[in-house]
């Protein structure tokens, strides 16, 4: 029977009949592509002229930005790009690379893979007891930080760090953690190397690490430092965001204020602030 229908038709309408991925409307790509990953929208973007049509459709990359990303493309006001207009899959795209604000002390950024908000604030954001005293506290060079400097502690009885950021965080949990190392890093003949020097105090008592937000939420937690050599993040803890449109004061400290003993040896990067469940392994 089908041989039959095939011998009327002829070759010609039989090749009329074969359709393929590439006949599809964009329309109908597009609404397929509402239920990827961004990084995924990328990839299939390249198996024809439909879905790469269709990969820069506003529509689709207007569910893959954050609800509030008009208030976080403000941050970009003063960039020419920003004030000409751009398409919303250019705009995740800029979202997606280190945004610097607050006199380049504090940088955020779009996770490209699940969309969360990712935050960095330098040391030289927070109130350090000591920090103008150089008998305590130095501000060191280094690469080994995005803000090319760190604190370091040689020696003091009382340490306290205190900080605050007030942010329109897009809605979720987050986890704050501080970035310290023990020991001064630095490279000689091409090799990276620690000093210990000044590295003592640590395993007395613990640090206390605290976290706040202006509508009622805590964290608290101790740790001992150590691992001198090594970059560590320490989590604080966790806070929850409910209204993306709404700003959230976060308060976060930690200190270490039991003045029988001294300790020093200490840098502080930075605090750092993820979605929940971010990968260390990508810091």
Not at 28 to 37: E, Q, S
Not at 89 to 102: G, N, S, T, V
Request: net charge neutral; proline share 4%.
């Amino acid at each position: 029977m089908g041989a039959g229908v095939s011998s009327i038709l002829g070759p010609e309408e039989e090749e009329v009949l074969e359709t393929g991925l590439g006949d599809l409307p964009e329309s109908c790509v597009a609404l397929v592509l509402l239920h990827l990953a961004p990084t995924e929208i990328c990839h299939v973007a390249k198996l024809n002229r439909a879905f790469a049509g269709a990969a820069t459709a506003d529509f689709v990359w207007e569910t893959k930005l954050p609800k509030n990303y008009r208030y976080l493309m403000s941050f970009l006001a003063d960039e020419e790009g920003y004030k000409i207009g751009l398409g919303r899959k250019e705009m995740y795209a800029r979202l997606c690379r280190p945004i610097h604000f607050d006199g380049d002390s504090k940088v955020f950024w779009l996770d490209k893979c699940r969309g969360g908000i990712c935050m960095s604030i330098s040391s030289k954001a927070m109130v350090i007891t000591g920090i103008d005293d150089r008998r305590y506290w130095n501000y060191i060079p280094t690469e080994e930080s995005r803000f090319h400097s760190v604190a370091y502690l040689q020696q003091i009885w009382w340490l306290e760090i205190v900080g605050e950021i007030d942010f329109c965080f897009p809605a979720g949990t987050y986890s704050l953690f501080f970035r310290l190392h023990l020991g001064r890093a630095s490279r000689r003949l091409g090799r990276r190397i620690c000093s210990s020097e000044h590295v003592h105090g640590w395993d007395v008592k613990p640090v206390q690490f605290q976290l706040s937000t202006s509508d009622g939420q805590h964290a608290l937690s101790r740790f001992y430092l150590d691992e001198p050599g090594s970059w560590i993040l320490y989590r604080v803890g966790d806070f929850v965001v409910a209204n993306s449109d709404m700003s959230t004061r976060l308060k976060f400290s930690m200190a270490q204020i039991d003045c029988t003993h001294t300790k020093g040896g200490l840098c502080v990067d930075s605090v750092l602030i993820f979605p929940k469940g971010f990968r260390q392994a990508k810091v």
